[in-house]
């Protein structure tokens, strides 16, 4: 497991916050249309989903890659808006925050989800487990002064 050990230091540092942006969800958006939705790059090291959210502003669908940890039970996802500890939040979490039902593609199938932003109690139980799953993420928390935002996202009937 060395190689996740790497990647986890390589993902802290602040250059990885200023390319990775960038370059990462070009990428995975690129091999996820390619493979028709069987693949994403960034899966190869952590759990990933394609979001479709509603723009809060355009009204418009929005994607983007995003790691995620699945749930224990498979029923549901955390996705964690770090923005690769960059000062500001992702536009997609202030799109579930406008329109909360959006849609992923995890494995290869759409799955229609509606996103609840997590505070409280029960925000630090799934920030804990998000830790011991990746712990970049405490690095990116310290370098910025917001709280990182948190949603579950469940499947809508």
Same mark, same amino acid.
């Given at each position: 497991?060395?190689?996740?050990?790497?990647?986890?230091?390589?993902?802290?540092?602040?250059?990885? =916050?200023?390319?990775? $942006?960038? @370059? +990462?969800?070009?990428?995975?958006? &690129?091999?996820?249309?390619?493979? /028709?939705?069987?693949? %994403?790059?960034? =899966?190869?090291?952590? $759990?990933? @989903? +394609?979001?479709?959210?509603?723009? &809060?502003?355009?009204?418009?669908? /929005?994607?983007?890659? %995003?790691?995620?940890?699945?749930?224990?039970?498979?029923?549901?996802?955390?996705?964690?808006?770090?923005?690769?500890?960059?000062?500001?939040?992702?536009?997609?979490?202030?799109?579930?925050?406008?329109?909360?039902?959006?849609?992923?593609?995890?494995?290869?199938?759409?799955?229609?989800?509606?996103?609840?932003?997590?505070?409280?109690?029960?925000?630090?139980?799934?920030?804990?487990?998000?830790?011991?799953?990746?712990?970049?993420?405490?690095?990116?928390?310290?370098?910025?002064?917001?709280?990182?935002?948190?949603?579950?996202?469940?499947?809508?009937?």
């Amino acid at each position: 497991m060395i190689g996740v050990r790497v990647v986890q230091k390589v993902s802290s540092t602040r250059v990885f =916050a200023k390319v990775a $942006p960038h @370059v +990462i969800p070009a990428l995975d958006r &690129a091999v996820h249309r390619l493979t /028709r939705g069987k693949v %994403l790059l960034s =899966a190869q090291m952590l $759990p990933g @989903v +394609i979001l479709t959210s509603t723009g &809060a502003r355009s009204g418009q669908p /929005r994607r983007a890659p %995003l790691a995620c940890m699945p749930e224990e039970g498979g029923g549901s996802w955390i996705l964690i808006g770090s923005n690769f500890g960059r000062t500001g939040h992702p536009a997609w979490t202030g799109n579930l925050l406008a329109h909360p039902d959006a849609e992923i593609s995890w494995k290869g199938k759409d799955i229609p989800v509606t996103a609840a932003l997590l505070t409280g109690e029960e925000r630090a139980a799934a920030w804990k487990t998000l830790l011991a799953f990746w712990p970049p993420y405490a690095t990116y928390q310290a370098r910025v002064e917001r709280e990182i935002r948190v949603f579950r996202l469940t499947p809508r009937a």
